[in-house]
């Protein structure tokens, strides 16, 4: 029971309205009671001495300044509230291996910084809510300081809300002896739901990063068809792993670290037909009779001569991945995504370039409009392709059977064809082995009139260490050589 006592002035206008309201309350509310105190004029001054002289103008001009007050505290607290939200991650697939190793490097504060906060969401096209929530206990048992809750999304058509950055995982391992065109056409549907799930319902700025075994670039190109109201470049592939994994296996190679191996270009289809380019892969601090400062380096190809090793044994050994294979490459792949997210919030390393699957805005004399793997560098956010960069690989026999393969998968994808057809090679087309030798060659003579050129302006600026031991000559190779792996 609530008992409310009004008084005031029989004349005053103010009392006749809260009269009016409260007996307005009275009447709907039943446990609402009001007491009323009326008094004359002369009485309410004589014994209570309260009056008021308030015209309406001020009081239109404390409603006013009563109006600024309360939009000044919403926006307070609106920016408060912004400064201690966590930022929202979601992750789809969540219950394939990668997932499991991505988690703690995405809350470790590596990637998105050590004063920020994220909140984990959990997303999986194959539902095992059993193993999923040991994932969450997992995670929570890890006691991160920045991770301030995980959590599974269990209602569809809530997932991605107000996401802030989304990583798209494949949980589902596929028959690869299934036929092609089967799996390319599985790929829709979800890539539709995703799509217009993220236009609905992410954050404007959202950034969507899809990894995983197959049909990356189909992936990314099929989500940003659905998600008219994101800006196309926030939506990427990674190409890292196979970037990493080429980088590796130049360093054993030539006995170095693999960190020191940089510029490697991963052209075309990430997961279907790509080429590796070499002509601007680099190496630093290599161990040879001549060593320079930290920033110098030499081009691998004038290093390793042996193009058949280049043809058959690095080429073949990239394209043997199986989806078994890859399962087990949990570690590298998150590792990889999680570098890809370190570059987009804290810009990539200056004056190095990274193979991206970006949506192709005419580059390189691609098709506009085609998620294609290409060198990219991040800064401020945005992922651009370097323009400038001139010598490639790229010749125009590569450039179509990239451009043939992107476009039969979404023929395929779309329904407009039945069939995938296979690429016809233009007439006269040089193989690959070839294209190394001529490219080896130009590199040595390359690297013979750089030296005649840069020789003195070298000796003066750097100090030499020559060993009295023999010099070490740049790694020969044959076709009965093996690598220890």
Request: charged letters at 25%.
């Given at each position: 029971?609530?008992?409310f006592v009004?008084?005031?002035?029989?004349?005053?206008?103010?009392?006749a309205?809260?009269?009016?309201?409260?007996?307005?309350?009275q009447?709907n509310l039943?446990?609402f009671q009001i007491?009323k105190?009326?008094?004359?004029p002369?009485?309410w001054?004589?014994?209570y001495g309260?009056?008021s002289?308030m015209m309406?103008d001020?009081?239109?001009l404390?409603?006013?300044?009563?109006?600024?007050?309360?939009?000044?505290i919403?926006?307070?607290?609106?920016?408060l509230?912004?400064?201690i939200?966590?930022l929202q991650?979601?992750?789809?697939?969540a219950?394939c291996?990668t997932c499991?190793h991505?988690i703690?490097i995405l809350?470790?504060g590596?990637v998105?910084?050590?004063?920020?906060?994220i909140?984990i969401?959990?997303l999986?096209s194959?539902y095992n809510?059993d193993n999923?929530r040991g994932l969450?206990m997992?995670?929570?048992?890890?006691a991160l300081p920045?991770?301030?809750?995980?959590?599974?999304?269990?209602?569809i058509n809530?997932?991605?809300?107000?996401?802030h950055?989304i990583v798209i995982l494949?949980?589902i391992?596929?028959?690869?002896?299934?036929p092609l065109?089967?799996?390319?056409r599985?790929?829709?549907?979800i890539?539709?739901?995703?799509?217009?799930?993220i236009d609905k319902?992410a954050?404007?700025?959202v950034?969507?990063?899809?990894?995983?075994?197959?049909?990356?670039?189909l992936?990314?190109?099929?989500?940003?068809?659905?998600?008219?109201?994101?800006?196309?470049?926030?939506?990427i592939?990674?190409a890292?792993?196979?970037e990493n994994e080429a980088?590796?296996?130049?360093?054993?190679?030539l006995k170095?670290?693999?960190s020191d191996v940089?510029?490697v270009?991963?052209?075309g289809?990430i997961?279907?037909f790509?080429y590796i380019d070499?002509?601007?892969?680099?190496i630093?601090?290599?161990?040879?009779a001549?060593?320079?400062?930290?920033?110098y380096?030499?081009f691998?190809l004038q290093l390793?001569f042996?193009?058949?090793?280049?043809?058959k044994e690095?080429?073949?050994?990239?394209?043997?991945?199986?989806?078994?294979?890859?399962?087990?490459?949990?570690?590298?792949?998150?590792?990889?995504i999680?570098t890809m997210?370190?570059?987009?919030?804290?810009?990539?390393p200056?004056?190095?370039?990274?193979?991206?699957?970006?949506?192709?805005?005419?580059?390189?004399?691609?098709?506009e409009?085609?998620?294609?793997?290409?060198?990219?560098?991040?800064q401020?956010?945005i992922?651009?392709?370097?323009?400038d960069?001139?010598e490639?690989?790229?010749?125009e026999?590569?450039?179509?059977?990239?451009?043939h393969?992107?476009?039969q998968?979404?023929?395929?994808?779309s329904g407009e064809?039945?069939i995938y057809?296979p690429?016809?090679?233009a007439p006269?087309?040089?193989p690959?082995?070839t294209r190394?030798?001529i490219?080896?060659d130009?590199?040595?003579a390359?690297?013979?009139?750089l030296k005649?050129q840069?020789?003195?302006?070298f000796?003066?600026q750097v100090s030499?260490d020559?060993?009295?031991?023999?010099?070490?000559?740049?790694v020969?190779?044959?076709?009965?050589?093996t690598l220890?792996?």
């Amino acid at each position: 029971m609530a008992k409310f006592v009004v008084a005031g002035k029989a004349d005053c206008p103010y009392f006749a309205k809260a009269e009016l309201l409260a007996d307005y309350l009275q009447k709907n509310l039943p446990d609402f009671q009001i007491h009323k105190i009326i008094q004359h004029p002369d009485i309410w001054e004589l014994y209570y001495g309260i009056t008021s002289k308030m015209m309406t103008d001020d009081m239109l001009l404390i409603a006013d300044e009563n109006m600024e007050t309360h939009i000044e505290i919403e926006q307070e607290e609106k920016e408060l509230k912004e400064m201690i939200n966590p930022l929202q991650v979601w992750i789809t697939g969540a219950s394939c291996p990668t997932c499991y190793h991505l988690i703690p490097i995405l809350a470790s504060g590596e990637v998105f910084g050590l004063e920020e906060e994220i909140s984990i969401n959990l997303l999986s096209s194959t539902y095992n809510e059993d193993n999923l929530r040991g994932l969450v206990m997992e995670s929570e048992d890890l006691a991160l300081p920045l991770l301030r809750n995980i959590s599974l999304c269990t209602e569809i058509n809530e997932a991605f809300l107000e996401a802030h950055v989304i990583v798209i995982l494949n949980d589902i391992i596929e028959d690869e002896s299934e036929p092609l065109e089967d799996r390319i056409r599985d790929r829709f549907p979800i890539c539709q739901l995703y799509g217009s799930l993220i236009d609905k319902n992410a954050n404007e700025n959202v950034k969507v990063i899809v990894a995983g075994k197959t049909f990356l670039n189909l992936t990314t190109s099929l989500i940003i068809q659905h998600t008219p109201s994101v800006n196309p470049r926030n939506i990427i592939a990674v190409a890292m792993i196979v970037e990493n994994e080429a980088k590796a296996m130049l360093a054993r190679k030539l006995k170095a670290p693999a960190s020191d191996v940089k510029d490697v270009i991963i052209w075309g289809n990430i997961t279907g037909f790509r080429y590796i380019d070499l002509k601007k892969a680099k190496i630093f601090k290599y161990n040879s009779a001549i060593w320079g400062p930290p920033n110098y380096s030499r081009f691998l190809l004038q290093l390793i001569f042996d193009s058949e090793w280049i043809r058959k044994e690095f080429v073949a050994s990239l394209n043997a991945w199986s989806l078994k294979e890859h399962f087990q490459k949990a570690i590298p792949s998150a590792h990889c995504i999680a570098t890809m997210l370190t570059f987009w919030f804290h810009d990539s390393p200056p004056g190095e370039f990274f193979s991206v699957g970006i949506r192709s805005e005419g580059e390189f004399g691609m098709p506009e409009g085609m998620v294609i793997s290409m060198p990219a560098q991040c800064q401020n956010g945005i992922w651009t392709v370097p323009t400038d960069l001139i010598e490639s690989e790229l010749t125009e026999d590569v450039r179509n059977r990239i451009i043939h393969d992107l476009q039969q998968e979404q023929l395929v994808a779309s329904g407009e064809q039945l069939i995938y057809e296979p690429y016809t090679p233009a007439p006269g087309a040089p193989p690959r082995e070839t294209r190394v030798r001529i490219q080896i060659d130009e590199n040595r003579a390359e690297e013979e009139l750089l030296k005649e050129q840069s020789a003195l302006e070298f000796f003066s600026q750097v100090s030499l260490d020559i060993s009295e031991g023999p010099s070490q000559e740049p790694v020969e190779g044959n076709e009965e050589e093996t690598l220890d792996y």
